[in-house]
């Protein structure tokens, strides 16, 4: 960041103090330094994780809209052909998904098909944890993402989960990444904060629980001291959508709002390389057709804002987008016009430097394991290829021995 | 670390909501054996519940259209009853003269999570807590039956949409991965058979009440786990409790809640020979036994309504005359745990979750909250020199660090800052 926007950084917060939300005008300048110290360096690539809790159903997402067997098999949540988005002769997305459309229209956008792992589980929580911790044969405690913290030179600043609870991909066996919850962190002040500190410090006799307690409260005033003042900035400008009523047409959202925070937080040049953001609600065993498109209506209005966002800044071309959920579901619907857990889904890969396209075997419908879809794609290639070709670190720290990969990033 | 001071704190942290002020220092004299007897041994009549009224919950009826006249005293009826029902919990939890019975209900509300998010309406939640508390410490297969025939958790998982047309696994699913075996411990074709033995089932969404609709039940026989019959929920909840993948299952989740959340069950954990029988009360009290309670391995992150109780109990403070309530839930909101809200139907996270950046700040602002709204004259009323020793009794803490004890020392003029920090240390925090 420039001096020139270093003042206007200043300006602002101190514009916050006149209202009372910070008292302290002596430690503004220090905040806002040390928000600047170190910003990402110009051209670092950033990774932005979107979760989608719940099991998205893929096969109303990217919808083999030619296939009689998929109007067959789920009579009553199947879209209406006329209303889908045609991709190609075959796949259409979900008709609430103009947005992300558009940008693969601008071949922005590579869709993994059929993306899952070996053995699929169909529970909630086992198959998010394989995801999560990447390890779909034996259970292990840290998360894909947390294993490569690990290797990084230990600052809570490298990876940010947006809300209050640290989702498991990022905790590590040594370093765990931050949580943000929306509208930021206050941070204590005067003598409070000394003593706040003098109890975040590590004692001899501290379990590994009371010293991550600990470690909570070391992290909150890390963190919090760079970005509580650059989360008062104002939202990156959408330069390329149209405004309603003083805001995007979608209407607001929380992973708009999630997305919001960290489009002014790269924007500013948090020193961070990988986000975490969220969307549930996936569970759509009942009543789904509706509910569905809301949620992916929800996911591409926000994503295409803040990829809109991003290009008022200097890093549009430093962020890639992955969007996963733990499974897809039944090919079949239910009685209650939903469905239920499957096993492969598409994965989303977004940016300006994507490679836009299809990427893997879209599952046959007629060629079904047990009722549900097969698995062409495994997960590890794709989180290899993000090791690899967005977080520039080696994968097998991280995955072990493991030779798949995507080809979905344009080489540097 | 005294392992007596160890062992009385995790019976009172874990097995109810923490001490009252002096609670803890009479135990520690009175000794491990005769407080783990008293915490375990539920009395005929608890003074302290009884004062808690039971709050008035209605039927709200169907919703209104939206913006017909109607829908405003609705809306305000169903937000009123429902925060009433929060803090009707949350006071029987802070007010029990003993705590495990309100403990261990909420044990079982993180086992058979339930949201009302989902119902929309109080009163099947209502219901199923009172189901919770009724068999917290009874017959695990009769409460099993009970869930089955529980409107709040039929609906919350899809049974009343569960036909001989098209069975919904949802609620087969989970009763068999996470409230009766766990996962893997059955196949994928299990699932679609304990679902076809699943359907039929419809639920008053508005009031809880459940009937079985026999043109909508599949009444062949299904295979299950080896056996081939005709169940009904009954004779299905027999048969799974029976297995004794259920004893190890349950005493799995014992350990994960009163044990440890991090470190694997041990294989000879007392809980589960004496879940033999399915009896909840043995188990409990086997596991306040057990070798594992004085291992100062396996320390514990309070959740935030468990150190939010431990701290209104602390400070003698009545969580429904807290001002106001939309502040508390609030609080309670911002640290992801607002009680018949779970996340989803794996129940609430623990461990390390709870111990993030947000949730430090959250927890001060929470705490900052309640000092206000106390006199804190169980701090004003010990001399200031004393102050930082007797407050690991008045917490029920084994001991301070000298970490913790040098912010205390540097505090003791100031009794709100004072019990801030003692409230927010790791110590208290995580139960040893």
């Known amino acids: 960041m420039d001096t020139l926007s270093r003042r206007k950084f200043l300006k602002l917060t101190s514009g916050a103090a006149a209202v009372g939300v910070a008292s302290n005008f002596l430690s503004l300048d220090q905040i806002a330094q040390a928000a600047i110290d170190r910003p990402l360096a110009a051209g670092t690539p950033i990774l932005v994780v979107v979760t989608l809790y719940g099991g998205n159903d893929g096969l109303n997402t990217v919808i083999p809209y030619k296939d009689p067997v998929y109007f067959s098999s789920r009579p009553d949540i199947s879209y209406k052909a006329e209303t889908m988005l045609p991709l190609d002769a075959e796949l259409a997305l979900n008709p609430n998904m103009a947005g992300i459309k558009g940008l693969w229209d601008q071949k922005k956008v590579a869709i993994i098909r059929g993306v899952g792992y070996p053995k699929p589980d169909h529970s909630h929580f086992s198959s998010m944890a394989k995801w999560q911790t990447a390890s779909p044969e034996r259970h292990i405690s840290s998360g894909w993402l947390g294993r490569w913290l690990d290797s990084q030179p230990e600052d809570p600043m490298v990876a940010i989960s947006l809300g209050s609870v640290l989702p498991p991909m990022l905790a590590g066996s040594k370093i765990s990444g931050s949580a943000l919850p929306l509208g930021g962190l206050v941070i204590p002040k005067g003598a409070l904060a000394t003593q706040c500190i003098q109890l975040s410090k590590a004692a001899r006799t501290d379990s590994k629980l009371m010293a991550a307690a600990a470690t909570s409260m070391r992290n909150l005033f890390n963190v919090s001291t760079n970005i509580q003042p650059i989360l008062k900035m104002p939202a990156p400008v959408a330069t390329d959508l149209p405004t309603v009523n003083g805001g995007n047409a979608g209407g607001d959202s929380n992973l708009s709002q999630q997305l919001d925070v960290v489009a002014k937080l790269i924007s500013a040049g948090s020193p961070t390389k990988v986000w975490s953001v969220s969307l549930g609600g996936f569970d759509t065993h009942a009543n789904e057709a509706n509910a569905q498109a809301e949620l992916l209506g929800v996911v591409s209005v926000s994503l295409t804002r803040f990829m809109s966002q991003l290009k008022s800044t200097s890093r549009s071309n430093d962020v890639t987008i992955m969007i996963y959920s733990e499974f897809g579901r039944r090919v079949k619907g239910n009685a209650s016009q939903g469905t239920d857990h499957g096993t492969a889904g598409p994965m989303f890969l977004i940016g300006e430097k994507i490679k836009g396209g299809f990427y893997g075997d879209q599952p046959s419908l007629s060629k079904l394991i047990d009722g549900d879809l097969a698995v062409t794609t495994d997960f590890r290639d794709v989180y290899a290829t993000v090791l690899e070709s967005v977080l520039q670190s080696p994968a097998e720290q991280t995955l072990g021995k493991w030779a798949g990969r995507t080809d979905f990033l344009t080489k540097v | ?432």
Not at chain 2, 17 to 26: D, K, L
Not at chain 2, 165 to 171: S, Y
């Open chain 2, 1 to 432: 670390m005294n392992s007596k001071r160890l062992e009385i704190s995790r019976l009172f942290h874990r097995f109810g909501f923490g001490p009252r002020p002096g609670e803890y220092a009479q135990a520690v004299k009175n000794g491990v054996d005769s407080t783990r007897t008293n915490l375990v041994t539920v009395p005929e009549i608890d003074l302290g519940a009884a004062r808690v009224l039971d709050p008035v919950i209605t039927d709200l009826g169907q919703r209104p259209a939206p913006n017909s006249k109607e829908i405003v005293p609705f809306a305000i009826a169903m937000r009123f009853q429902s925060q009433q029902l929060i803090l009707w919990w949350l006071d029987r939890m802070a007010l029990s003269d003993h705590g495990l019975t309100e403990r261990m209900t909420w044990f079982w509300h993180g086992h058979w999570a339930t949201s009302i998010d989902k119902l929309n309406y109080p009163l099947p939640m209502f219901k199923q807590n009172k189901v919770f508390r009724a068999h917290a410490l009874g017959n695990f297969n009769t409460m099993t039956k009970a869930m089955l025939n529980d409107g709040a958790l039929q609906f919350w998982l899809d049974g009343q949409d569960s036909t001989v047309k098209a069975p919904n696994e949802n609620l087969g699913r989970e009763l068999m991965e996470l409230f009766v075996l766990g996962v893997n411990r059955y196949t994928e074709d299990d699932v679609k058979a304990i679902a076809r033995a699943l359907t039929g089932y419809q639920v008053v969404r508005s009031n809880g009440n459940v009937t079985i609709n026999q043109n909508r039940r599949d009444s062949k026989p299904v295979v299950l786990l080896g056996k081939t019959a005709v169940f009904n929920g009954d004779s299905l909840a027999d048969f799974l409790v029976s297995r004794d993948d259920c004893a190890q299952f349950i005493s799995e989740r014992l350990w994960y809640r009163f044990i440890s959340s991090s470190e694997d069950m041990t294989s000879d954990f007392a809980a589960k020979a004496s879940f033999a029988d399915r009896s909840i009360a043995s188990a409990v009290t086997a596991m306040a036994t057990d070798s594992s309670m004085s291992d100062s391995r396996y320390s514990l992150v309070k959740s935030p309504v468990e150190w939010f109780i431990s701290a209104c109990r602390a400070l003698e403070l009545t969580p429904s005359k807290l001002s106001t309530p939309g502040q508390l839930t609030s609080y309670l909101d911002k640290l992801s745990q607002v009680p018949f809200s779970p996340p989803n139907v794996g129940g609430w996270p623990a461990g390390e979750a709870w111990l993030s950046s947000a949730t430090a700040q959250y927890r001060i602002a929470f705490a900052t909250w309640l000092i206000k709204q106390s006199d804190l004259s169980v701090i004003k009323n010990i001399a200031p020199s004393a102050r930082v020793s007797k407050s690991a009794d008045w917490l029920g803490i084994p001991e301070w660090t000298p970490r913790t004890q040098n912010a205390l020392r540097a505090s003791i003029s100031d009794p709100a800052q004072f019990v801030l920090l003692a409230l927010c240390s790791p110590e208290y925090i995580v139960s040893a």
